[in-house]
């Protein structure tokens, strides 16, 4: 009997504190720079975001989420045989922020790992979970997560910190014969490897003294993206997954995608001929939270009796690099 990968329960978190945009544009008008807060507002549809303590990493925000999960699920942290992690803001270099978790969680027989696809992470890790139970009998129940604290990563006076919200999101994923997970597809180009990243702190660049006087071990916006990486790889993606899957867009409940600028999502579902209410958005309240940002606006659609059982849910996300990556499934 096949072994095909389902979405046993969600959760999420969101930090306590609420930064609104009335509070960057006091910050940046001390700067000397308060239009840039209204640009990015009218550009993005974002309003807010929120932010985790200062003494906080990212595992700890992935925590709280995943007891979410597996409470809903109805599974123990011993229950887990594996954690994938997607996130791009890590605890550290290395180790793994999937291993921290681990030993927070207290799974103790999980084995681990991390998926750096930025905003893309959380599609290609569940991508990943579906092939693991595919072709692993041992193997049951597998939580996967995305999760964002980017905002720690940026300088506090440089105007792109308007989009960073932290939050967390993840998924039980264990087999079933069926529905459940039905393909994946995916895009990358790194030539643009050096339009926005964190630049030194790896083995390229040390984080050196030099490298941190001069800002390059903070996430920067080096070059703009153009539109189009979205507005034409979303809908290319979107089909190559339906193409592989057998669908169509009308067969679809609900189609999530990267949670930056609700102009795009807006612009995408038109071309694809899918009306906004099959389109859940969350940035206006929580900010761009990245890797975070699809299971988190996944959970808060099934929270809200968007998404039911049997509803043909498909998602896709843009990242740094850039990645792009697609996945389409049956939720039960």
């Not at 960057?24 to 008008?29: A, D, G, I």
């Not at 303590?53 to 123990?76: F, H, I, M, N, V």
């Not at 703009?224 to 979107?238: A, D, M, S, T, V």
Request: overall charge negative.
């Amino acid at each position: 009997m096949a072994r095909i990968a389902t979405i046993v329960a969600t959760g999420q978190y969101l930090p306590e504190r609420r930064v609104s945009n009335e509070e960057l544009k006091e910050h940046f008008t001390r700067l000397g720079n308060p239009e840039v807060i209204d640009k990015f507002a009218k550009g993005t549809g974002i309003n807010q975001r929120f932010w985790a303590p200062d003494d906080w990493a990212t595992s700890d925000l992935a925590l709280p989420a995943a007891k979410q999960a597996l409470e809903r699920a109805g599974r123990r942290p011993e229950d887990v045989d594996l954690i994938i992690l997607g996130t791009d803001s890590p605890d550290y270099v290395t180790p793994a922020t999937s291993t921290v978790l681990q030993h927070k969680l207290g799974a103790s027989k999980a084995g681990t790992f991390d998926v750096v696809c930025a905003c893309a992470s959380f599609p290609t890790a569940l991508s990943a979970a579906a092939g693991i139970i595919a072709t692993n009998p041992a193997i049951k129940t597998i939580l996967v997560l995305g999760v964002y604290m980017m905002h720690k990563l940026a300088d506090p006076n440089d105007p792109t910190i308007f989009f960073y919200g932290d939050g967390a999101g993840a998924a039980v994923v264990e087999p079933g014969d069926a529905p459940g997970f039905l393909g994946a597809a995916y895009l990358a180009d790194g030539s643009y490897y050096d339009a926005w990243g964190v630049y030194a702190g790896g083995t390229k660049e040390p984080a050196t003294p030099e490298a941190i006087e001069a800002g390059r071990t903070h996430v920067r916006l080096v070059k703009r993206y153009p539109p189009e990486i979205n507005n034409e790889g979303w809908p290319k993606l979107f089909n190559q997954v339906a193409a592989n899957c057998g669908f169509t867009a009308a067969d679809v409940d609900q189609a999530i995608f990267t949670q930056v600028n609700k102009h795009t999502v807006e612009f995408v579902a038109q071309e694809l001929g899918l009306p906004m209410e099959k389109v859940p958005t969350i940035m206006e309240d929580c900010g761009y939270t990245g890797s975070a940002c699809i299971p988190m606006a996944l959970d808060t659609a099934i929270q809200q009796g968007r998404i039911k059982s049997g509803d043909l849910v498909v998602m896709i996300g843009s990242g740094v690099g850039y990645n792009q990556a697609a996945c389409a499934l049956r939720m039960t």
